[in-house]
């Protein structure tokens, strides 16, 4: 339908919430209202704030997709995705999973590989998201939207948010028509940072031909680990490539960026775009870095047609 947007369902990282991506994805989100509607779900399980995160999101509900990646754990955030997404009721049925007996995994929490334990999710203290205040979401939010509103049609490079070096000119997407709470329903795509990547992508594997998106764009994210709860990540050496368009944006400074890399590989070459940004582990932020990702979305969708 002439006029109609593309549609992405965003999914946030381990011990945040999709309130929290909605302020953290700010910035790009409202370099692309003329194209984008996104709407934010929460994880499956609750789960502890990550690494300082309630410092810069206090007195928030913090999400997880799984805490560990058990088969029954990632089967239940698949299937529950599935539903999401809308595909056929009898493609949701087939990731339900079959009861199996649970059995104790101890894990080190120390283990500098990174083991079942995902990147982490917020940024160093050298490159904060927000300045490390007690500040609500809600307010953070609302500041943000006011400042939007009064900042005119021109570009004024001293009118930035805290701590976001993004211009506030651009016209807000991130109100009303991106809603929190949804109704399932047909989605175009997805966009997913951190933990977020590695289950939008172990979807993607488990349906194999039967794709219900037609892009992704994937941030600092790292590869799913195997649905039959072996506790390792897939590898691109015995799996098929998701042939779906894919934009995959790294940061160079993240400590994770070789999991970001393994994580790209896990898809087609054909429409995949990537790109690598001198960022931490989080979404970019900085006006030069927005523009050049959301270049790289319009491009994509373009290209769909």
Known sequence: ??????????????????????????????????????????????????????????????????????????????????????????????????????????????????????????????????PLSRTSLNTLLAYQTSLDKSAGAHFNSRLLAPGIDTPLSYPSTAGVRTPLDLEPGNYDGMICFSQGCAVSTGLLLEMGERLPVRLVILICGGRPFDAKGTMERVKSTSTTRIELPSIHIHGRQDAGLDESRKLASLYSDRGKQVIELDIGHCPPRRSWDVKVVAAAIRSGISELG
């Open 1 to 130: 339908m002439p006029g109609s947007k593309f549609r992405l369902l965003a999914l946030h990282g381990k011990g945040t919430s999709g309130r929290i991506m909605k302020a953290q994805i700010k910035p790009l989100i409202d370099l692309l209202g003329d194209v984008l509607e996104v709407h934010y779900m929460d994880g499956s399980e609750a789960s502890a704030p990550y690494q300082g995160i309630e410092s810069i999101f206090p007195k928030e509900p913090y999400y997880a997709w799984y805490q560990q990646p058990t088969r029954d754990a990632l089967h239940l955030a698949h299937s529950r995705l599935a539903e999401q997404l809308s595909p056929s009721p009898a493609l949701v049925d087939s990731l339900k999973p079959q009861r199996a007996k649970m059995v104790a995994i101890t894990t080190n929490l120390e283990r500098g590989d990174l083991g079942v334990l995902t990147p982490p999710e917020t940024p160093t203290s050298a490159t904060p998201s927000f």
